[in-house]
């Protein structure tokens, strides 16, 4: 790969780690699954960066390929994981860091509910909470952007609703 790629993929990278990270979050079990899912991603945009055409911004194509990637690898652990695992089972990635326990508290409500949801529902409720713009949640998923708008009005109430049982 030339100079240019590679300084491209790493501007993007810097600019872009810690969101990933955070979609990664959303779709891993604990810590370390969310350090390999991590390291698939980036492995992934690696290896696409040649093919990148420009036709969307750089962020708007790591971000697609972050989540096919989440994706796949869901899809691919649910099918080989035992049939008789109960979600309360799975384990949930420990809260570090931040003074407000109360705002630790909201947080691990929010990221267990966030989990309960559909793929599409997680994917268009975690690119919202990046500050992605409708636009670019649609480019990314395939959705039009109205029907983004009302999947997150909604989303938001079943995550409110959810919290507050939790709570």
């Known amino acids: 790969m030339d100079n240019e ?4 993929f790493l ?8 969101k990933l990270l955070r ?4 779709y891993a079990t604990d810590t370390e699954d969310k350090k390999d899912l991590f390291q698939e991603v980036l492995v992934n945009i ?17 971000f697609r390929i972050t989540l096919n990637v989440c994706l796949r690898l869901q899809s691919n652990h649910l099918k080989n994981r035992d049939r008789f695992t109960n979600v309360e089972s799975v384990p949930v990635e420990n809260l ?9 508290q909201q947080l691990f ?17 975690t690119l919202h909470l990046e500050d992605l713009p409708y636009k670019e949640i649609s480019e990314i998923t395939g959705l039009s952007e109205n029907h983004v708008a009302v999947k997150i009005k ?5 995550l409110l609703n959810c919290i507050n049982k939790m709570s």
């Open 96 to 104: 570090k860091g931040g003074d407000n326990e109360e705002q630790n």
């Open 5 to 8: 790629l590679e300084g491209t």
């Open 46 to 62: 690696w290896q696409s960066m040649p093919s990148f055409k420009g036709k969307s911004s750089i962020d708007t194509w790591m």
């Open 154 to 158: 909604r989303i938001k109430t079943r």
């Open 109 to 125: 409500l929010l990221r267990n509910c966030i989990k309960k949801l559909n793929e599409i529902e997680r994917a268009v409720i």
């Open 23 to 26: 979609i990664c979050s959303v």
């Open 11 to 18: 501007e993007a990278l810097e600019k872009n780690q810690q």
